[in-house]
């Protein structure tokens, strides 16, 4: 396991759109464990491949015992909103406040190619929906929302993950 070089705004890679993964491959593997490395690393909560620069839909997540690998996510439903700050790796030293569903429901595969479904609320709905924008290069300063100078971030309820559930792909 190595780290991987985080990518920086402007690299040109952040803007592009990340390729679906036909088969998670053991070069592929090996990537997600350097994502994890490098994320942790660099004290993020999420990494997405193209942040270090692979076009592929691939983020993982890290916030506190949650450590999930998401390979060609889709959001199956999303609701509610509330305001947060959010910063990146790829824009160091730089935050903002964004507006974001407070909860979301995604399915995805992990780096074994089990699928699953997600159901998180804030800020893990938020890191996942954040590192979601980078399969799309969009960045979190794309979606920044004006405040007041004292802007103080909603009380967010302690339970993040709602629901993590395995499902058998159909063929």
């Excluded at 803007?15 to 053991?26: D, F, Q």
């Excluded at 490098?38 to 839909?57: C, F, S």
């Excluded at 980078?134 to 993950?161: A, N, R, S, Y």
Aim: net charge negative; glycine share 6%.
């Amino acid at each position: 396991m190595a780290l991987r070089e985080v990518r920086f705004v402007p690299d040109s890679v952040l803007r592009k759109s990340a390729k679906p993964v036909k088969e998670m491959t053991p070069r592929l593997q090996t990537l997600v464990k350097d994502m994890y490395n490098t994320m942790d690393n660099e004290d993020g909560i999420g990494l997405a491949a193209p942040q270090v620069g692979i076009l592929k839909r691939i983020f993982t997540v890290g916030i506190g015992d949650i450590r999930l690998c998401f390979v060609n996510p889709e959001v199956l439903e999303q609701s509610g909103e509330y305001l947060d700050i959010e910063g990146c790796l790829s824009i160091p030293g730089e935050t903002g406040v964004v507006e974001r569903p407070t909860y979301v429901k995604v399915r995805a595969m992990d780096e074994n190619n089990k699928e699953f479904i997600i159901e998180a609320r804030y800020l893990l709905a938020r890191c996942i929906l954040h590192e979601l924008d980078h399969l799309d290069g969009v960045l979190f300063t794309d979606k920044l929302v004006d405040v007041e100078d004292d802007f103080e971030p909603e009380e967010q309820e302690e339970d993040l993950l709602i629901s993590l559930t395995y499902t058998k792909k159909e063929n």
